[in-house]
């Protein structure tokens, strides 16, 4: 019986746009960025910022020499928001309804600083509330310092939340992310970023 529901941020809560955040970053000088960035698991300064491994602050000076010149805060923020496309408000009232029937809402996202920023601030959706105000727990790969498909971060999560696999239901657009899960037990769903899964999520509970 699902009990528990851990939901992914991007391509699950927000539609995402790897493409605007190539462009972001290009538009702040990184002229190679579409090899640096991938729309699920990042690698280099960009997954080590993702993993906890260094802070936003060695994060903007790392990404100052790939650019070749002086890169600022707001400006780190304006390139890892283009990620974001979209903010569908039918996703957050779903996350409300789920809540409301009794089922515990929690999300698992591998995401860092700059994202979390702007997610848990008051410009996050047409509603007007931030990202945290939506779910009972958040678990967030910069802050645990380990990221998803690993199994590790999922085991985390079951013994944090004192709940069984098959009490989980996740959901998760990465397909590596979903064998993982699968692979301990969990139920998963794995919507098409984008698509509409507010209905189709009834046939897993």
């Known amino acids: 019986m699902i009990k528990t529901i851990v939901f992914d941020l991007g391509g699950v809560i927000v539609t995402i746009s790897q493409e605007q955040a190539v462009e972001r970053f290009r538009e702040i ?45 707001d400006e780190c923020l304006y390139a890892w928001t283009g990620y974001a496309k979209e903010v569908p408000t039918r996703n957050l009232r779903k996350l409300e309804e789920l809540r409301q029937r009794g089922y515990r809402v929690l999300l698992l996202s591998n995401t860092n600083p700059f994202m979390q920023k702007w997610a848990n601030g008051d410009n996050f959706s047409e509603l007007g509330k931030p990202l945290y105000s939506y779910f009972d727990e958040h678990y967030v790969s910069y802050e645990m310092r380990m990221m ?58």
């Open 29 to 73: 000088g990184l002229k190679d960025a579409g090899k640096h960035l991938d729309p699920y698991t990042q690698k280099g300064i960009f997954g080590d910022l993702e993993e906890g491994l260094i802070t936003e602050e060695q994060f903007r000076d790392e990404l100052s020499k790939l650019c070749g010149k002086e890169v600022t805060m």
């Open 148 to 205: 998803k498909p690993s199994e590790e971060i999922f085991r985390t999560l079951l013994m944090k939340e004192k709940v069984l696999p098959q009490d989980v239901l996740f959901v998760d657009d990465g397909a590596r992310n979903v064998a993982a899960a699968s692979e301990l037990g969990i139920h998963t769903f794995r919507p098409v970023n984008g698509e509409d899964w507010t209905e189709e999520i009834e046939k897993y509970l």
